[in-house]
């Protein structure tokens, strides 16, 4: 069983930065292929990043393509996610989730573990 607990979220203006950390306990995290998806209200949860286990691999949705980078450290067991040049349209609760069949994964389906989310607000 893993628990991941999501923090670094908050409210900034359009263009601003926030750096969101997900620390997982239990489990091996370095086994897990992680993710972060968003969901604003009234809509349904989607995808925004994954990693691999090792790092080697990264994908993002085109929405938020060259402007959030994700990463990890397998030895502090915790995966970020760097959010920069931020939109209006970023306003959403961040979670953070875990997979333990996938080596990396854009499906919501294929997470078997998720955190309870951060909120990030931007302003215009």
């Known amino acids: 069983q893993v628990q991941l607990v999501e923090s670094g979220g908050g409210s900034v203006q359009a263009g601003g930065s926030l750096r969101l950390s997900c620390a997982a306990s239990?489990?091996?995290?370095?086994?897990?292929?992680m993710g972060w998806f968003r969901q604003a209200p009234g809509k349904e949860r989607e995808f925004v990043s994954t990693?691999?286990?090792?790092?080697?691999?990264?994908h993002y949705a085109d929405s938020v393509k060259g402007r959030f980078t994700i990463s990890r450290d397998n030895a502090k067991k915790t995966v970020y996610l760097k959010m920069s040049n931020l939109k209006p349209e970023d306003t959403a609760v961040y979670y953070c989730?875990?997979?333990?069949?996938?080596?990396?994964?854009?499906?919501?389906?294929?997470?078997?573990?998720w955190g309870q989310g951060t909120q990030v607000t931007v302003s215009s």
């Open positions: 989730a875990a997979s333990s069949g996938t080596y990396y994964s854009t499906l919501r389906g294929e997470y078997d573990y």
């Open positions: 239990g489990g091996t995290f370095s086994n897990y292929g």
């Open positions: 990693i691999s286990w090792s790092s080697a691999t990264t």
